[in-house]
Each structure stands twice: as structure tokens, then as C-alpha cells.
């Protein structure tokens, strides 16, 4: 891995680059940058997430899962270079069965809402998303490794059901969506 930054205000990318991992430069807009800014983002929203107060369980996955994230940064900013292996991924199927375990199967869809800790979980689960769609992006003019994708893949399915576990440790449910709430009734 590069070294690590001694000074944060380098001036060095006020041309618009920034530097790899490799010590080589791209532009801030490029498709390898918006992945790796994509995957801090969900960090740092998964961050805000263990601001609040969480079952000790659940604080200890996201723990793991932020410095797994980290991991995936450190693979997305040397091309080339292999940080996530399929360990990760399949400790993130394990977490999913295991909190899966205890939920009442869907009926409908749900609205992200119920619980503040709840809702946190949902937008990290819509940031865990984008920075999918980025990592395959990025993957559809460079080579990138499947076991990046395939973790951001399961972290949004595991946010989404720790978002369900979170209302319920709250004491409360799904929030269900009602198709058609706010349509007019029709006229007969």
C-alpha cells in the first residue's frame, strides 16, 4: 500500500488530478475516482450510522465492514492491485442469514423510514448502490476484480435487513407501503 499522507493540503490537485495509490494521476472525474468516492461516501454514512445507539451485534458487523470498505478503497485506488477476497463477501452472507433468521418474511414493500437508526441504514444501503453501479462502471473500461462487486452487492442487501432488525429493536415494524394512498378515488 502508498504511503500515508503527511500533509493534507498538498496543492496538488488543484489541477484537477489527484493521485493514485500507485502514485500515478487521474482526474478527480474520472470513473476510478467516483467509485472510490462513492465507497468513502458509504463509509462515512455507515459512520453516521454507528453514531447512534445499536445493538451490540450490529455495531460490531459495521465495525468489520467499514475497515472491509477500506480494503475495497485501498483495491479501487491501485489499479491492478488486490485488497478484497471472497472471505469478505462470504462473511457478509453469513451476517445476512444470520439477521434474515429472525425477520417475518415481506408481504410488501417497505417505505425507508420507522426508526431514526433504521433510516440511517437505508440511505447507506441507497449510497451502497451508487457505488455499485459506479464499481461497474469503472469495470466496464478497466479491469476490476468480482468480489468488489459482489461486496457492495451483499453490503446493500445486508443494509436493508439490518434496516428491517433496527425498526424492530426500536420497537417497531416495517413501514409498509399502501399502493395508490394518495390517489383520488375513482368515479364510478
Known sequence: MGNRLSQIATR???????GLGDGTRTSKDSLRIAALGDVDELNSQ??????EALPDEIREALLDIQHDLFDLGGELCIPGYENVDDSQVTRLDDLLAHF??????????????GSR?????????????????????????E???????????RLSDLLFVLARVL????????????QGRNKAPKAE
Open 12 to 18: 496538488t490537485g488543484d489541477d484537477g488530478t489527484t
Open 46 to 51: 455507515i459512520g453516521v450510522l454507528l453514531a
Open 100 to 113: 434474515n433468521a429472525a425477520l417475518p418474511r415481506l408481504q410488501e414493500f417497505i417505505l425507508p423510514g
Open 117 to 141: 437508526p433504521a433510516a440511517i441504514a437505508h440511505v447507506a444501503r441507497t449510497v451502497a448502490r451508487r457505488a455499485e453501479r459506479a464499481i461497474v462502471a469503472l469495470g466496464a473500461n
Open 143 to 153: 479491469p476490476v476484480r468480482p468480489a468488489c462487486r459482489q461486496y457492495v452487492n
Open 167 to 178: 425498526n424492530r429493536s426500536a420497537g417497531g415494524a416495517d413501514v409498509l407501503w399502501q
